[in-house]
């Protein structure tokens, strides 16, 4: 079992033909994912390395292939319509990798996809891996291996970093999920919090959090009310001085509300076991196993 | 990105935001001239990108135009929050009746732009919501069917009970949010909005953040950008694609993705260390960008050790090396350089550092715990 992917997951990549969709469109491939469209306004009709149909639209995409995720490589100005017209096609679950998608934009899309009943990721997020089985986005694959630990984080490499340390201590992953940094995105911690919970594979939780928002202590306050699996947390930006954009749109801490120093507190009161490095996580987890 | 007030308030303006009259002087002798114009009490505003301008003595009254050359004098000489000013809004002193806050935030948790309004305006709001949270009127706004007109009005019912002064805000409320929107902003401002003994309600002050993400849609609000009044550092590095924050340590940080550049400075900071900066650069890196990031770091002459940590996921870490090699053969490192990397072509990337002289390890904590204590040691 795993959380949102897995071998029956069919994939749609939108702006398959550029830079980043043709880079990792092989690599999903090469990982196994099965990848069984493309879409690329224009370009209908012909073929991705001579294996991966590109149709015009994702409509026609789903029509002809049964597709059943998309995958959003296309630039940030385009991206809003891209997810949307995802959602339309009847796609159930939308990656949205893209970076620097405005976030005014997000308030349309969020609102619709939901409506439409489909789940979104991203966007600005590294997207997810079920080791062995799919990788839709750009997790490399290299440094997961298949298991018990479920794995959410706001950001990419940090994620990497942990997963990496995880695979060499011998924890394997059932799923890792790649939330991403924007101020507005579709699927938050509780989201992958309740379906680790709900997934029989997944037995503990690592979750990377970051300075910014309230995300990080609703999700406290949500594994202190229903989760009986143990998680382990980290909060990156613990060191950033106040009122300071770092990167992430996301890691803005204004006031009170966001500060490592009350994440880190509402952690605590949750029993979320806190790794003061990204290295404290592989004994944590092997405690609470 | 920030803009000033007296670019928030022309963008306001062009929504029918009534707005008192104001210009921008460089000079003490510009704002004279000014202040002879509009005779009278006048308000002279340092224009910079720092709260607590009032605090930081920026914002002052003059009663004459000698008054205000002085006054002006006094305030172009001031740096605020460590940016200097330089710029100054003069405008016709208002008599104020009351004074309310009306605010548009882009809210994470609803995922919706935010009205906030309060009565208890003219002071931080910030200090209202703690206190007094329910003077506060908050009220999402759908982005797909936009501000309702009953949604406008129910925020000017909560400011005001005369009726006039109920549509002209609401009329207020329509004008912030069209340029809410129009902008591209992540948050819009008027603070203090004010009601005149004669019974008008104009804006005082205007804040508007532009969402970045948003520039390329908005060529004309990106060439309001104000580089004279960012720290120099960061404009170079946002010219060159990096996302650079200087601070105050002695350990010069040079990463890949946000999560992990604040990771990194986290751990440098639990080892003893200082960071001395943030820096990212970005996800498909090339050796220029590298090149470039070093030239940013070995400017600051705090720098006592320079610190490494690439994961290479699609960073290939054989641009990082070679980026480094050339950087360093262009100009050569005076202090000491620790190098983190691991993951896309890392043997690759080893072997180039290698052969030109440098050493590399792939364990992060490892390099951390080097690069803190060679800055110990040069500090």
């Given at each position: 079992?795993?959380?949102?992917?897995?071998?029956?997951?069919?994939?749609?990549?939108?702006?398959?033909?550029?830079?980043?969709?043709?880079?990792?469109?092989?690599?999903?491939?090469?990982?196994?994912?099965?990848?069984?469209?493309?879409?690329?306004?224009?370009?209908?009709?012909?073929?991705?390395?001579?294996?991966?149909?590109?149709?015009?639209?994702?409509?026609?995409?789903?029509?002809?292939?049964?597709?059943?995720?998309?995958?959003?490589?296309?630039?940030?100005?385009?991206?809003?319509?891209?997810?949307?017209?995802?959602?339309?096609?009847?796609?159930?679950?939308?990656?949205?990798?893209?970076?620097?998608?405005?976030?005014?934009?997000?308030?349309?899309?969020?609102?619709?996809?939901?409506?439409?009943?489909?789940?979104?990721?991203?966007?600005?997020?590294?997207?997810?891996?079920?080791?062995?089985?799919?990788?839709?986005?750009?997790?490399?694959?290299?440094?997961?291996?298949?298991?018990?630990?479920?794995?959410?984080?706001?950001?990419?490499?940090?994620?990497?970093?942990?997963?990496?340390?995880?695979?060499?201590?011998?924890?394997?992953?059932?799923?890792?999920?790649?939330?991403?940094?924007?101020?507005?995105?579709?699927?938050?911690?509780?989201?992958?919090?309740?379906?680790?919970?709900?997934?029989?594979?997944?037995?503990?939780?690592?979750?990377?959090?970051?300075?910014?928002?309230?995300?990080?202590?609703?999700?406290?306050?949500?594994?202190?009310?229903?989760?009986?699996?143990?998680?382990?947390?980290?909060?990156?930006?613990?060191?950033?001085?106040?009122?300071?954009?770092?990167?992430?749109?996301?890691?803005?801490?204004?006031?009170?509300?966001?500060?490592?120093?009350?994440?880190?507190?509402?952690?605590?009161?949750?029993?979320?076991?806190?790794?003061?490095?990204?290295?404290?996580?592989?004994?944590?987890?092997?405690?609470?196993? | 990105?920030?803009?000033?007030?007296?670019?928030?308030?022309?963008?306001?303006?062009?929504?029918?935001?009534?707005?008192?009259?104001?210009?921008?002087?460089?000079?003490?002798?510009?704002?004279?001239?000014?202040?002879?114009?509009?005779?009278?009490?006048?308000?002279?505003?340092?224009?910079?990108?720092?709260?607590?301008?009032?605090?930081?003595?920026?914002?002052?009254?003059?009663?004459?135009?000698?008054?205000?050359?002085?006054?002006?004098?006094?305030?172009?000489?001031?740096?605020?929050?460590?940016?200097?000013?330089?710029?100054?809004?003069?405008?016709?002193?208002?008599?104020?009746?009351?004074?309310?806050?009306?605010?548009?935030?882009?809210?994470?948790?609803?995922?919706?732009?935010?009205?906030?309004?309060?009565?208890?305006?003219?002071?931080?709001?910030?200090?209202?919501?703690?206190?007094?949270?329910?003077?506060?009127?908050?009220?999402?706004?759908?982005?797909?069917?936009?501000?309702?007109?009953?949604?406008?009005?129910?925020?000017?019912?909560?400011?005001?009970?005369?009726?006039?002064?109920?549509?002209?805000?609401?009329?207020?409320?329509?004008?912030?949010?069209?340029?809410?929107?129009?902008?591209?902003?992540?948050?819009?401002?008027?603070?203090?909005?004010?009601?005149?003994?004669?019974?008008?309600?104009?804006?005082?002050?205007?804040?508007?953040?532009?969402?970045?993400?948003?520039?390329?849609?908005?060529?004309?609000?990106?060439?309001?950008?104000?580089?004279?009044?960012?720290?120099?550092?960061?404009?170079q590095a946002r010219n060159a694609n990096l996302t650079f924050i200087k601070l105050e340590g002695n350990v010069g940080c040079v990463v890949n993705g946000a999560g992990l550049a604040m990771a990194t400075m986290d751990l440098v900071k639990y080892y003893g260390g200082d960071p001395a900066n943030f820096l990212d650069i970005g996800g498909s890196s090339n050796p220029e960008k590298v090149?470039?990031?070093?030239?940013?770091?070995?400017?600051?002459?705090?720098?006592?050790?320079?610190?490494?940590?690439?994961?290479?996921?699609?960073?290939?870490?054989?641009?990082?090396?070679?980026?480094?090699?050339?950087?360093?053969?262009?100009?050569?490192?005076?202090?000491?350089?620790?190098?983190?990397?691991?993951?896309?072509?890392?043997?690759?990337?080893?072997?180039?550092?290698?052969?030109?002289?440098?050493?590399?390890?792939?364990?992060?904590?490892?390099?951390?715990?080097?690069?803190?204590?060679?800055?110990?040691?040069?500090?």
């Amino acid at each position: 079992m795993s959380i949102f992917i897995d071998n029956n997951t069919k994939v749609v990549v939108q702006g398959i033909t550029g830079r980043d969709g043709s880079f990792h469109t092989k690599q999903m491939i090469e990982y196994g994912t099965k990848v069984v469209a493309g879409v690329t306004p224009g370009k209908g009709g012909q073929t991705f390395e001579g294996a991966v149909p590109i149709f015009n639209t994702v409509a026609d995409a789903v029509n002809a292939t049964g597709a059943n995720t998309a995958v959003i490589y296309v630039p940030p100005l385009y991206a809003a319509d891209a997810m949307i017209e995802a959602a339309d096609a009847g796609v159930k679950l939308v990656v949205a990798i893209t970076e620097g998608v405005p976030v005014l934009d997000m308030t349309r899309v969020y609102p619709f996809v939901k409506d439409k009943g489909a789940r979104l990721l991203g966007p600005n997020c590294p997207g997810l891996i079920t080791p062995g089985q799919s990788k839709v986005g750009i997790i490399p694959g290299r440094i997961c291996k298949p298991g018990n630990i479920g794995v959410v984080s706001r950001s990419g490499t940090l994620t990497y970093e942990v997963v990496y340390q995880l695979t060499r201590a011998g924890l394997g992953q059932s799923t890792c999920v790649g939330i991403g940094g924007d101020p507005i995105n579709g699927t938050n911690f509780i989201d992958c919090l309740a379906a680790f919970e709900a997934d029989p594979e997944t037995k503990a939780i690592a979750m990377m959090g970051e300075i910014g928002g309230t995300d990080e202590q609703d999700a406290a306050a949500f594994v202190k009310a229903t989760m009986k699996k143990p998680v382990v947390g980290f909060i990156a930006g613990q060191t950033a001085p106040p009122g300071r954009r770092m990167g992430h749109a996301g890691a803005i801490i204004s006031g009170s509300a966001g500060t490592a120093a009350e994440k880190l507190a509402a952690f605590e009161a949750a029993g979320i076991g806190i790794a003061k490095r990204p290295m404290d996580f592989v004994e944590l987890l092997k405690k609470r196993l | 990105m920030n803009i000033h007030e007296y670019q928030a308030k022309e963008l306001l303006r062009a929504e029918g935001i009534p707005i008192p009259p104001g210009e921008v002087a460089t000079t003490p002798t510009e704002a004279e001239a000014i202040a002879m114009r509009y005779g009278g009490t006048v308000v002279v505003k340092a224009q910079v990108h720092a709260g607590g301008r009032g605090k930081a003595g920026g914002v002052k009254l003059a009663k004459s135009p000698k008054e205000t050359r002085d006054v002006a004098e006094r305030i172009l000489a001031l740096h605020i929050k460590g940016l200097p000013v330089q710029r100054v809004l003069v405008t016709p002193a208002a008599d104020i009746a009351s004074e309310a806050y009306v605010g548009v935030i882009l809210d994470r948790a609803s995922r919706k732009p935010v009205f906030m309004v309060s009565a208890a305006g003219g002071i931080d709001i910030e200090e209202v919501a703690a206190t007094t949270p329910e003077k506060i009127l908050k009220l999402p706004v759908d982005t797909r069917y936009g501000l309702q007109p009953y949604q406008a009005s129910r925020l000017a019912f909560f400011l005001y009970d005369d009726q006039k002064r109920v549509r002209a805000a609401a009329r207020i409320m329509q004008g912030l949010y069209a340029a809410f929107m129009k902008h591209g902003c992540s948050l819009a401002e008027i603070n203090p909005l004010v009601v005149t003994p004669a019974g008008d309600v104009v804006a005082l002050d205007a804040k508007m953040v532009i969402d970045d993400n948003e520039l390329d849609r908005h060529p004309s609000i990106a060439a309001l950008r104000d580089e004279s009044a960012e720290e120099p550092s960061e404009v170079q590095a946002r010219n060159a694609n990096l996302t650079f924050i200087k601070l105050e340590g002695n350990v010069g940080c040079v990463v890949n993705g946000a999560g992990l550049a604040m990771a990194t400075m986290d751990l440098v900071k639990y080892y003893g260390g200082d960071p001395a900066n943030f820096l990212d650069i970005g996800g498909s890196s090339n050796p220029e960008k590298v090149v470039n990031a070093l030239k940013i770091i070995t400017a600051d002459p705090s720098v006592k050790a320079i610190l490494f940590n690439i994961f290479g996921g699609i960073t290939r870490t054989d641009d990082v090396a070679n980026g480094i090699v050339t950087a360093t053969k262009q100009s050569p490192l005076k202090v000491p350089i620790v190098i983190r990397l691991t993951g896309t072509n890392e043997e690759l990337a080893m072997k180039i550092l290698h052969e030109n002289g440098f050493s590399a390890s792939s364990d992060m904590d490892e390099a951390v715990q080097k690069a803190v204590a060679l800055a110990k040691g040069a500090a």
